[in-house]
């Protein structure tokens, strides 16, 4: 018998009930008005709609219900809105627990203050405490300028929690409003981000003070929406033109994920036969390594039912980075993209490729690495830019990465490059080759120009003898097995097989254990 049955009779306890039913609706309701403008075509949504869409109906678990904020000044304390302006909790998503905290932009804009800041603090605690992923709805108009520093040192508080949880367990950020200032840090420093078309906008300083400080003009979506991030900036990971959307491929990217650090992705049902082969792919790659192709087409062949998540999908497009199954287990895909640059490497498919092998190395989720490389980007703005320093970040994190790793070789993999994208030599388990790889310090006409640039120059007929010591270079040290026979790669194998033998590879290396030297951290490239 419930404490309120048991004291029914007393007729104050009566009295106390109805008034917290009273008091929870009013905080439930929140304030009077609808949930906001169009946006994108359709309604805006509340923060407690959103909270519905991304949890299994009937999960959520609110904690904070009743909190208001005790500032005082510019007529604070006549405005004490239950909430404090966020909705806070628990739930499920397919099943597994997850916590989030989303901003109510109807009060006091989404701003954030000292409650505000507490509440979020509890959620981020709770959910390091529990092991289980964090999402954030974000939809907040920054600091709440009423309550001065107190409001900056909530968000101190939540990017220190931030990085504490960092490789931890899963942090995503759903950006659904306006992300400005000091707000705009803490996605950043989370594992995976995601924006809406034309309401969602990240940025530091908004277009009045960039109007103010440097006389440009730009709206909000021209220098904060969410194609600006997805494909100029690379903050933004996924962006969708509708909320619903966006939520549903939010619980999509967290049935792919662990719950913590110590655990491993669930395994999704097996319907795509493991032994299936793929003839198509014999003929999908051309054997001319100048004719482009597109490698999501080799990377959907190969995973089961050809379904995968694609991360950062618009920015640097000259690598491609997937999260898909083979044979249930979830993998993280690094790939060329040779229809984009050729898929040479540069800086910024070098930080994209880094970021995501770091993530699927915290998480226990093992990688292959489909390689079609014809070096690094060369050029002035490359150099200057740092591209040592980023192309160093990839091979950092390749290097430092103990899930299994398997590196299959497709077409060409030249220079530093080749070492990079997960050779061999800097730690692959193991590493396979098509019968059209080309493994080499460089293309055999460049490498023929070099070495044989006496013979030509003195030849009678030049190009007739670039042509032939082009002919004699390939065959002598870029035909299809010259890797394997010095055990740079453990195996050629046939293209239609490589879907069984890449699984075939996991299930052996399923039970991989390696350790790191003891220290507090490495100093990674910057």
Not at 452 to 461: K, T
């Amino acid at each position: 018998m419930s404490g309120v049955d048991e004291f029914s009779h007393v007729p104050g306890s009566r009295v106390a009930v109805a008034e917290l039913r009273e008091v929870r609706g009013e905080a439930l309701a929140g304030p009077s008005g609808g949930a906001g403008g169009a946006a994108g075509g359709g309604r805006r949504l509340s923060a407690r709609e959103r909270v519905g869409l991304l949890l299994d109906e009937g999960s959520f678990v609110e904690v904070g219900l009743l909190r208001r904020h005790r500032a005082s000044g510019f007529g604070l304390e006549t405005r004490r809105p239950y909430t404090d302006g966020v909705v806070t909790g628990w739930g499920t998503v397919e099943g597994r627990q997850v916590f989030v905290y989303a901003h109510d932009f109807r009060v006091f804009g989404g701003a954030l203050g000292e409650a505000h800041a507490e509440k979020i603090h509890k959620v981020m605690d709770m959910a390091l405490a529990a092991g289980a992923p964090l999402v954030s709805l974000n939809d907040g108009a920054g600091a709440r300028i009423q309550e001065g520093v107190v409001a900056l040192a909530g968000y101190g508080g939540i990017f220190r929690r931030n990085v504490r949880a960092s490789g931890v367990i899963p942090q995503i950020s759903v950006v659904l409003g306006p992300c400005a200032g000091g707000a705009a840090y803490s996605p950043a420093l989370t594992d995976f981000v995601f924006m809406v078309r034309g309401t969602s906008q990240m940025f530091l300083t908004g277009p009045d003070v960039v109007r103010t400080v440097t006389g440009e003009e730009v709206t909000r979506d021209g220098l904060g929406g969410a194609d600006v991030h997805a494909e100029a900036s690379g903050v933004c990971h996924f962006a969708y033109d509708d909320e619903e959307t966006c939520i549903a491929e939010v619980r999509y990217l967290l049935s792919l994920l662990p719950q913590n650090n110590r655990d491993c992705s669930p395994r999704g049902p097996v319907t795509d036969p493991p032994d299936r082969r793929s003839e198509a792919l014999v003929d999908l790659v051309p054997a001319d390594g100048s004719q482009p192709y597109d490698m999501t087409e080799v990377i959907g062949h190969l995973v089961d039912d050809g379904e995968f998540l694609e991360i950062h999908e618009n920015w640097a497009r000259n690598l491609v980075c997937a999260l898909a199954r083979l044979d249930g287990e979830v993998v993280g895909i690094v790939a060329s993209q040779p229809r984009v640059l050729a898929g040479v490497l540069d800086i910024e498919a070098s930080e994209k490729g880094a970021r995501f092998v770091q993530m699927c190395d915290a998480f226990n989720i093992p990688l292959v690495t489909l390689v079609d490389v014809p070096g690094f980007l060369p050029g002035v703005d490359q150099e200057h830019g740092g591209v040592i320093r980023h192309g160093a970040k990839l091979l950092y994190a390749y290097c430092n990465a103990t899930v299994p790793r398997i590196s299959l070789i497709l077409r060409k993999a030249y220079g530093g490059a080749y070492i990079v994208m997960d050779s061999q030599s800097i730690g692959a388990d193991v590493t396979y080759a098509w019968p059209t790889n080309e493994i080499a310090v460089m293309g055999a006409e460049g490498a023929a120009n070099v070495i044989f640039r006496r013979q030509i120059a003195e030849a009678d007929e030049p190009e007739a003898m670039r042509e032939r010591m082009v002919k004699e270079y390939r065959a002598e040290l870029m035909h299809p097995y010259y890797a394997a026979e010095r055990g740079l790669v453990d195996d050629v194998i046939d293209p239609a097989a490589t879907r069984e033998t890449l699984i075939r590879a996991l299930a052996m290396l399923r039970t991989k254990h390696a350790d790191l030297p003891s220290r507090k951290h490495g100093n990674p490239p910057q």
